[in-house]
């Protein structure tokens, strides 16, 4: 079965710090992997994928996240944070066994700090 | 704005209640998924319709079923409401079905909260 690891409930950085947001997968076959983040009463919007290729990825707002196959990680990465970043991510993959449906790790909230 | 639209956007009801959320997906996409987000479970997948037809069935109660439509909107139906189905309830739609990298699109939510 597949699955998603967040290992951090929350992270706090400062401003202008660089940030890391974790995430571990577990699936069989090619892995999908996807994250989103989610606002405060709103719904949860996508930021960047993984399908093959370039391990680095390069998404909205300035994140990018990092594939590495051997440490099955997909950690959540941008240069500078921002206080409007503050938000809750979640790192997700594709369930390519069954229902094509999403299978969500638990999320970490993310608090930058100014 | 995702384009995928969700009516109502909250809702309070008593225990014992049947009530119907409503999901209209973005333009020309044909697959509508539902989740489930609550605290202690967190975003659990229900289940997945596609053009119409039933494709996957996730952690969903049988007291819940859902369905869609012609015009491809979905509804998803709770009855026999329990304190432990208050949740934020999650449409999300993709262009189609059966190709894993497409990112589904989530609209704003409902939230339901049971008396």
């Known amino acids: 079965a597949q699955s998603v690891a967040q290992p951090e409930d929350q992270v706090n950085v400062a401003e202008g710090n660089p940030l890391t947001v974790k995430c571990t997968y577990s699936v069989s076959g090619n892995p999908y992997l996807f994250w989103y983040v989610q606002y405060p009463n709103r719904g949860l919007q996508f930021l960047l994928k993984?399908?093959?290729?370039?391990?680095l990825v390069k998404g909205s707002y300035g994140f990018e996240a990092e594939f590495n196959k051997s440490q099955t990680s997909f950690h959540l990465k941008k240069p500078s944070a921002l206080v409007s970043d503050s938000a809750l991510y979640f790192c997700?993959?594709?369930?390519?066994?069954?229902?094509?449906?999403?299978?969500f790790g638990p999320g970490t909230r993310l608090s930058v700090l100014p | 704005d995702s384009g995928v639209t969700q009516t109502p956007k909250h809702l309070i009801t008593a225990t014992g209640q049947r009530v119907t959320l409503r999901c209209s997906p973005r333009?020309?996409?044909?697959?509508v998924y539902w989740y489930q987000q609550s605290l202690d479970q967190g975003l659990q997948f229900l289940i997945h319709y596609y053009n119409g037809e039933e494709r996957a069935k996730g952690n969903i109660l049988e007291r819940f079923s859902a369905q869609q439509f012609p015009d491809l909107h979905s509804e998803l139906n709770l009855s026999s409401l329990e304190l432990g189905d208050s949740a934020l309830y999650f449409c999300a739609s993709s262009v189609t079905t059966g190709v894993s990298y497409n990112e589904q699109f989530f609209g704003p939510g409902t939230r339901l909260t049971v008396l």
């Open positions: 993984y399908i093959t290729g370039d391990n």
């Open positions: 997700a993959v594709r369930d390519t066994t069954y229902g094509q449906n999403f299978v």
């Open positions: 333009s020309g996409d044909l697959s």
